[in-house]
C-alpha cells in the first residue's frame, strides 16, 4: 500500500492530465472498461462528480471506479451529497469567484462530518469559474457569475486569495462542454502569481489547446467531456502528450 499522500503522488508527477468522470452520463456496465481505457492512456488521477447528479447510485459508481483503477480516485463534488468512502480523496472545493454563501462555505459545512467519518484525504482547492461564452451548468446551479475572460487581473486576485487562505490548489474552470476554455493569458497571469499548482479544465477539445495550455503554465489539466464525445480523439492527445 502507498503510505504517501494523493497530494503528494501527484505533486511529483506533474504537468499531467486528470480525467473526469461524470455519474449522470456513464452507464454502470461501461464503468470497468473506461476506467482501464482511461488509466491505460497516462492519466494520473481520476476525478468523481457531477453538477446536478441525478443518479441514485453515487456510492456504487465510485467503488466501480475505484475497484478497477490503477490511479487516484479523487471526489470532485457538485454538492455536500457527492462524498463516498470508496474514494483516495476529495477536492474539498470552495467556490471563491461566486458570492453565494452555499458554495463558498455553506455545502462543504453540510459536508464535513460525511467526510470525517469516510477516512479520506482531504485536498482544500480554490475552485473558479471563468467565463466560457454561454451559460454553464456549474454556474447555472451556483447562481453565481463567471469572471470575465478579460479580466484576469479579478482572477488574479481570486487566486491569491485561495493561496493565502492555504488550499493547495488553485483550478481555473471554465465548465463541462464549455465554448471556449480558459484564455491562454489569463492562465499565464494567474501562474505568475501564485506559488501552488494551478488545475485548468472545461472546453478544452483538441491537442493543440491541450499543450498550450500546458505552455501556458497549467500544472494538470482535465479533461471530461472529450472522453465521452470520442475515445478515439481522447487516445490522440494522450498518446501525444506521453
Not at 484525504?121 to 456549474?138: C, D, K, R
Not at 463567471?146 to 481555473?172: D, T, W
Not at 505568475?192 to 501556458?216: A, C, H, K, Q
Not at 489539466?221 to 480523439?233: A, K, N
Request: glycine share 8%.
Amino acid at each position: 500500500m502507498n503510505s504517501r499522500s494523493v497530494h503528494e503522488r501527484l505533486i511529483d508527477e506533474k504537468p499531467s492530465v486528470f480525467a473526469l468522470l461524470d455519474p449522470d452520463r456513464i452507464k454502470a456496465e461501461e464503468i470497468p472498461g473506461l476506467t482501464k481505457f482511461i488509466c491505460d492512456n497516462g492519466v494520473r488521477a481520476i476525478l468523481i462528480g457531477s453538477s446536478v447528479l441525478v443518479t441514485p447510485s453515487f456510492d456504487s459508481f465510485v467503488k466501480a471506479v475505484k475497484d478497477s483503477a490503477d490511479c487516484p480516485v479523487i471526489l470532485f463534488p457538485g454538492g455536500s451529497h457527492q462524498v463516498s468512502a470508496h474514494a483516495d480523496a476529495i477536492f474539498f472545493l470552495s467556490l471563491l469567484s461566486g458570492r453565494n454563501p452555499e458554495f463558498l462555505i455553506g455545502e462543504q459545512v453540510k459536508a464535513v462530518y460525511m467526510i470525517k467519518e469516510c477516512g479520506i484525504e482531504v485536498i482544500p482547492v480554490a475552485y473558479l469559474l471563468i467565463e466560457s461564452g454561454g451559460v454553464t451548468a456549474v454556474e447555472h446551479v451556483s447562481n453565481t457569475k463567471p469572471i470575465p475572460r478579460n479580466k484576469s487581473e479579478i482572477a488574479v486576485a481570486h487566486a491569491l486569495a485561495g493561496q493565502y487562505f492555504g488550499m493547495k490548489y488553485v483550478y481555473l474552470e471554465a465548465g463541462s462542454g464549455a465554448l471556449n476554455p480558459v484564455p491562454r493569458g489569463m492562465v499565464v497571469k494567474v501562474k505568475e502569481n501564485i506559488s501552488i499548482p494551478l488545475i485548468v479544465g472545461g472546453g478544452l477539445r483538441g491537442y493543440d489547446e491541450v499543450m498550450e495550455t500546458f505552455d501556458s503554465g497549467a500544472d494538470f489539466i482535465v479533461l471530461g467531456s472529450i472522453i465521452e464525445r470520442s475515445r478515439e480523439e481522447f487516445e490522440a492527445i494522450m498518446r501525444r502528450l506521453q
